[in-house]
């Protein structure tokens, strides 16, 4: 086991180093990585089966359950491009017409930071089975019952909506597919994030709003290290404020004080449900002010400074990524989606089981009809 295990993390890492521009630091595979490659029963015919090159295949969204919702229907609504030759302007089509997104929440598992600092080793584990839960044709109509089955789209393309699991996880599930003989085409916030704010160039100051837990996993620094870009990179977490613009003042004032480079020409928003055009607003209100605060703060703005939202990079990275690999299903419909959630069984095993619109748990029905209406209204399949 041991010389399997050291075989098999040598070549982890030269294929991951191989196939992916962004490369995390490196370290050992978790155990259950190597458990499911030798396995001999479901888990490791899920993995060996799985293919990403396949256009029929679904998009997940992985996360925590508001997390997962809110990126959710960013993808359902998407109109940032032309559909048919891929340039940067609206269509008044879904850009992600034709495509299925299942919806993966993980209320097992979330909060994820309750897994740090002493246990990350069972957040990659969680990364690794609901990414097994995505790659799967199969899931439970009911936590109780392992046969009462019903057949799901298998996942092309897994999409993180959680930072942490970039950076506890993410390489698990990327070694996992890689040694089963597949092409790993993972996303994550922090990943798309850094994308977006190098895409025109990368000689820029970047600025990071992240929740506490994210900024002291060091996930933003591990990526950006793997870009090898000139541009600086300072992560915050903003002191609690009244609002949106109280907070962003708070950033920037924490900015200032710490010496941090100046000026900040892109500000990336780790935290979902915080919007950009609030922050621009506010950005817009600091320049054209008097107070000896405002004009402290203007000097931290760049010119043509700029605020890039978690879900709309996610959005874009993935359909840069279906672009590249020629995966678009080219599927003349509106998008669909699909519902699961994790929960346990009567044996306290993680399972994932479907969800249907009709019995939807009543807070997780209040947040969809008022943050996610799409999903809601137009996309939920009730298989009753």
């Known amino acids: 086991m041991k010389r399997l295990a050291t075989i098999l993390s040598i070549a982890a890492l030269a294929a991951l180093v191989s196939c992916r521009e962004t490369v995390f630091t490196p370290r050992p595979t978790i155990p259950l990585v190597y458990e499911i490659l030798q396995d001999t029963s479901g888990l490791n015919g899920v993995v060996k089966g799985y293919r990403s090159d396949i256009p029929g295949g679904s998009i997940a969204v992985i996360g925590p359950s508001e997390k997962a919702i809110l990126l959710s229907e960013s993808l359902l609504t998407a109109d940032f491009v032309n559909n048919i030759d891929g340039s940067p302007r609206e269509d008044l089509l879904p850009d992600f017409s034709g495509e299925h997104i299942d919806l993966l929440l993980d209320p097992v598992n979330d909060p994820y930071e309750k897994f740090l600092p002493e246990n990350p080793d069972g957040l990659r584990e969680a990364a690794v089975r609901l990414s097994?839960?995505?790659?799967?044709?199969?899931?439970r109509l009911n936590p109780?019952?392992?046969?009462?089955?019903?057949r799901k789209s298998s996942a092309k393309v897994l999409v993180f909506a959680s930072s942490l699991v970039s950076q506890w996880g993410q390489f698990d599930v990327d070694t996992l597919i890689q040694l089963s003989g597949g092409r790993p085409l993972t996303i994550s916030p922090a990943q798309a994030l850094l994308e977006e704010a190098l895409i025109g160039g990368d000689k820029v100051n970047i600025g990071v709003w992240a929740s506490a837990p994210v900024a002291?996993?060091?996930?933003?620094?591990?990526?950006?290290?793997?870009?090898?870009s000139a541009s600086a990179l300072r992560v915050l977490t903003p002191r609690e404020g009244t609002d949106e613009s109280s907070q962003f003042r708070s950033f920037l004032s924490q900015y200032r004080?710490?010496?941090?480079p100046l000026p900040m020409h892109v500000?990336?928003?780790d935290e979902f449900g915080v919007s950009a055009s609030e922050i621009m607003a506010t950005a817009d209100s600091i320049r054209v002010g008097f107070s000896?605060?405002?004009?402290?703060?203007a000097k931290v703005l760049a010119p043509d400074f700029r605020v890039v939202e978690a879900t709309s990079a996610l959005c874009h990275s993935c359909y840069r990524m279906l672009r590249r690999e020629n995966l678009f299903t080219h599927n003349i419909a509106y998008p669909g989606a699909s519902l699961y959630r994790t929960e346990k069984d009567h044996d306290?095993?993680?399972v994932?089981?479907?969800?249907?619109d009709r019995y939807l748990p009543s807070s997780l029905a209040e947040f969809i009809d008022s943050f996610a209406v799409n999903i809601r209204r137009f996309y939920v399949s009730d298989n009753d």
């Open 132 to 139: 097994l839960f995505a790659m799967d044709t199969l899931c």
């Open 144 to 150: 109780y019952s392992a046969d009462n089955l019903k």
């Open 216 to 228: 002291e996993s060091g996930v933003y620094e591990a990526v950006h290290a793997g870009m090898k």
């Open 257 to 260: 004080k710490a010496g941090f």
């Open 267 to 269: 500000l990336l928003l």
């Open 292 to 297: 000896e605060e405002d004009m402290a703060m």
């Open 348 to 350: 306290g095993t993680m």
């Open 352 to 356: 994932l089981v479907e969800l249907s």
